[in-house]
């Protein structure tokens, strides 16, 4: 059972570049998807998260009109599209999939970690740097 991150890597500034988040052993169906970030001496901080349903998305003010996340729960599969990033966009990205009994986990979705009121799946890190 684990939840995977990937598709990091180097991009310039104005391009473009997408991150998966896949899970194995389990089904994404019923978790709530967020995505965070941690760059260099900062805290840790939520970029963006997504409902089971996929039809609420929440983004921090930081990357909104620039980042996508979407999920294709066919696939088992979460994304994030990184639009027009920027060098302060530099960070290792983590994905998280939190569910209460009900299934969405609000907090997740207010760009919050999950914590152990939830089930919860943290993905390893996948480095970005966003060259200027």
């Known amino acids: 059972v684990q939840l995977q991150a990937f598709g990091g890597g180097l991009v310039q500034a104005g391009g473009s570049l997408r991150l998966s988040c896949a899970a194995s052993?389990?089904?994404?169906?019923?978790?709530?998807i967020g995505w965070f970030r941690q760059a260099p001496g900062k805290e840790r901080e939520g970029v963006s998260s997504?409902?089971?349903?996929?039809?609420?998305?929440y983004y921090a003010d930081s990357v909104k009109g620039r980042f996508t996340i979407s999920r294709d729960n066919a696939k088992n599969t979460a994304y994030l599209q990184m639009d027009s990033p920027k060098p302060e966009d530099t960070a290792v990205y983590y994905c998280?999939?939190?569910?209460?009994?009900?299934?969405?986990?609000?907090?997740?979705?207010?760009?919050?970690?999950?914590?152990?009121?939830?089930?919860?799946?943290w993905g390893q890190g996948t480095l970005v740097t966003v060259s200027s």
């Open positions: 997504i409902s089971t349903s996929g039809i609420s998305t």
């Open positions: 052993g389990f089904t994404l169906d019923y978790y709530a």
């Open positions: 998280a999939a939190a569910r209460t009994y009900t299934g969405n986990y609000y907090p997740l979705l207010k760009l919050n970690p999950p914590t152990t009121e939830s089930r919860y799946y």
